[in-house]
């Protein structure tokens, strides 16, 4: 397989399946596309070829067919290793996981839009002002608590549903956010979110991140150059 994404420093997208692939030991080749969302770059007409969509990330089998948005990707993954607990084994914990990745797909729009991920910065000035000035983005950050207390609770840890799987790749890049902006957790959360760091996967993701370097300007409403 090989999976097409973005900056590992930006791309919170394209970190999912990347990550799920890396921790589940499945082989694919990475291939990374610069971001640039200029009209007829290099970037868009790369993505043509695959997805009508012009977005990272996109899976692509060895025979062209392609898979495209994080949750299509990480079912496809499920359905090639079913040996793999890449969903709960228990139907109803299963379901319980994919309402919380749809959750997450579909909402949490004002943490999305004011905490961009950004891994190579450190910002908890621009996240300490957010939570005082932006009600929403203090209630998504009350309800992404409340879901990782309470799966925690239920399932004992040491992630979400007990074992790693699709579930703590879909909310890895949230853990992201909250650490660049340095915003608060309960204790619990915030030990699940050190753990989903250091996990196998999360933690390569985060190494070629730091290494990548790269500066987009179009992606930093907080910074003006690399620190």
């Known amino acids: ?43 868009y007409r790369e993505l043509a070829r695959y997805t ?9 089998e060895d ?5 495209w948005d994080t949750l299509a990707i990480a079912e496809h993954i499920a359905e090639r290793h079913p040996e793999l607990p890449i969903w709960p084994r228990d139907v109803r914990q299963r379901s319980r996981a994919r309402s ?26 621009v996240g300490t002002r957010l939570l005082a000035e932006q009600p929403q983005v203090r209630a998504d950050l009350a309800r992404i ?16 549903f007990g074992e790693f799987g699709a579930i703590d ?3 890895a890049p949230v853990v992201m ?6 915003l608060p957790l309960s204790p619990a959360s915030a030990a699940y979110a050190q753990r989903v760091r250091q996990a196998p996967g999360v933690a390569d993701w985060i190494s070629d991140a730091l290494a990548e370097q790269d500066f987009l300007d179009f992606e930093e409403p907080y910074r003006s150059a690399r620190t």
């Not at 973005?6 to 990374?32: C, H, Q, T």
């Not at 025979?63 to 898979?67: C, S």
């Open 1 to 43: 397989m090989h999976l097409i994404i973005g900056n590992k420093n930006y791309s919170s997208w394209s970190m999912r399946p990347w990550v799920l692939l890396k921790a589940f030991g499945i082989p694919f080749e990475e291939r990374k596309l610069r971001f640039d969302f200029a009209p007829g770059s290099d970037f």
């Open 52 to 60: 009508p969509t012009g977005k990272v990330p996109v899976l692509i």
């Open 63 to 67: 025979e062209g067919f392609a898979v």
């Open 100 to 125: 919380l990745c749809a959750e997450m797909h579909a909402g949490f729009g004002a943490l999305r839009q004011n905490c961009p991920m950004n891994i190579e910065a450190s910002l908890p000035e």
């Open 145 to 160: 608590d409340a879901i990782w207390s309470e799966q925690l609770a239920a399932s004992g840890g040491p992630f979400l």
């Open 169 to 171: 790749a879909y909310f």
């Open 177 to 182: 956010r909250i650490h660049s902006y340095g």
